[in-house]
Each structure stands twice: as C-alpha cells, then as structure tokens.
C-alpha cells in the first residue's frame, strides 16, 4: 500500500513540473526588424470664403493687394464674390482728363496703382488692369470669364452720348501662381460694342483640365500695360466741358471653355 501512494505522489509531482514550464523549449523570435501598416489621411471640402485680390504681375494667392479705385481712391475695394469658384476682381478703367479736340483721338486708360504695406498709395510701381478669377472646387472642372459694356460712354450732366467712341483691350494675356494648366482661351485683343448688347465672350476660360487656382487676366505687362486698353474717340463727335460715363459688366461661368486656344487678334 505504501509503494502505491509513493507511486502516486510521484506521478503527481512530475505532473506538476510539466505544468510549471520546468523544461519547456521556448518557441523561435519572430523577424526583426517587425513591420506594422498604419493609415494616415486628410480630406478637402470646398472653400466658400472669397479671395482677395492679388498682385497681377505676380498672382500669389498669399500675398493679397490692395488696388486703388482711379477716380475715387479713397474707395474701399469690394470683396469677390462667395464660393468655390469666385470672381475676385475687375479694374476700373479711367482714361483721364483730355483736350476737347475735333480730329481723332485714342486715349489709353491709366495703369493700376496698388497700396504697399504702409497702406499708402505706391505711386513708383503701377501694374496692369486686369480681372481675377479663383477655382478652389477641386477636379479642374473649367469655367468662362466674359465682359460687356453697358452702353455708350454719357455724359453727366446733359447724358450726352459720346458718339462713335470705342473701348479696344490689346496686350491680353493670363498670369498665375497654380501648377494647374493655364486657360487654353485667352483673348489677346477685343472691341466692346458700345450699344449694351455686345459680350466679349471668353474673354478667359479654362476648359476641362485646365484652370484651377488663382488667374488673372491682365492687359499688358509693365512695359506694355500703358497703351493696352484704348478708348477711340472720333472727332466730329461732338463733346461737352462734362465727365462721360459707362459701365462695364464681367461675367463668370462654370460653363467650360473651349479646347481649342484663341489666336492673336481673336
């Protein structure tokens, strides 16, 4: 009977050094160096908020300017409109103060004049007039800037028509700052009709693919911008001592441009 428990104890107690590990062979180290995948993302929305304007000689969405309006400069400079896909400015044009003449005559509007950092008017650098256009929807989707005038130049006083008088923008060409492939449209010379129902349509325009950041359409460089948009006044046209008036309206479309660019002259 006592060899039996022996025999029992024993057994049990070889059980147990199993159970404890005493003699276990660890299992082999897994690779070094150990590679773990993690994910990383981030996701665009739209942008509502407008864009300021920018320098057009050199259109860096994170510099804006202020450009002064020519006949009022004490005027504030109004935002762009709201949106993805907004137009952010146009120019005044302001053609001075001239000679009552009876020959022909062609004057040409004022280059732009900006604010510098003081706030003050920077007299010593004028740039171009021009317009600006900024797509941040995303995709390149393509858009169309156009302008019109709004009849003919009147004046103030007696809404005297300036008969026979015609706007012509030469020198056009687009500048921007985007990576994005520039608008395959752009208009490098154009007449308004002065009648109010002449567009200039695709003044600018982007088709697919093409257009997406910050652009500007500019009449001229800084050695051309002084003699870029004509106004031509004949001179059996009969004019008053007065100031002549009109407007100009420019347009943006989420209509695509065409594939095809304009050539010089169209």
């Keep these: 009977m006592k060899s039996l428990k022996l025999a029992t104890v024993g057994t049990v107690l070889f059980s147990t050094l199993l159970l404890s590990g005493v003699g276990h062979v660890s299992a082999a180290p897994g690779p070094i160096p150990a590679n773990r995948d993690t994910n990383a993302q981030v996701k665009f929305i739209e942008d ?27 005027k504030p400079v109004e935002p762009g409109t709201n949106g993805p896909l907004s137009l952010d400015y146009a ?8 000679l009552i003449s009876n020959k022909n005559h062609s004057y040409f509007a004022k280059p732009k004049f900006l604010r510098g950092a003081d706030g003050e008017i920077d007299t010593k650098n004028p740039v171009p007039n021009y317009a600006q256009v900024t797509d941040k929807r995303g995709g ?11 009849g003919q130049f009147k004046s103030v006083k007696e809404s005297r028509e300036l008969v026979g008088a015609e706007i012509t923008f030469n020198n056009g060409e ?13 208009k490098k010379s154009f007449s308004l009709k002065a009648d109010g129902t002449g567009v200039a349509e695709n003044v600018m325009a982007a088709s697919k693919g093409e257009g997406f950041g910050t652009w500007v359409y500019r009449s ?24 002549y008036k009109t407007t100009l309206t ?17």
């Design 48 to 74: 509502e908020s407008p864009t300021d304007p920018t320098d057009p000689t050199d259109p860096d969405p994170t510099d804006p300017v202020k450009p002064v309006d020519p006949t009022d400069p004490e």
């Design 91 to 98: 120019s005044s044009l302001d053609f001075g103060e001239q």
């Design 140 to 150: 390149e989707k393509g858009w169309a800037l156009s302008v019109k005038q709004n």
């Design 174 to 186: 687009v500048a921007s700052a985007s990576s994005s492939k520039a608008p395959s449209t752009v």
């Design 220 to 243: 001229g460089d800084v050695s051309t911008m002084a003699e870029s948009i004509e106004l031509s006044v004949p001179g059996a046209t009969v004019k008053d001592a007065d100031t």
């Design 250 to 266: 420019w347009t943006l479309t989420d209509v695509p441009g065409n594939t095809e660019p304009e050539t010089p002259g169209n």
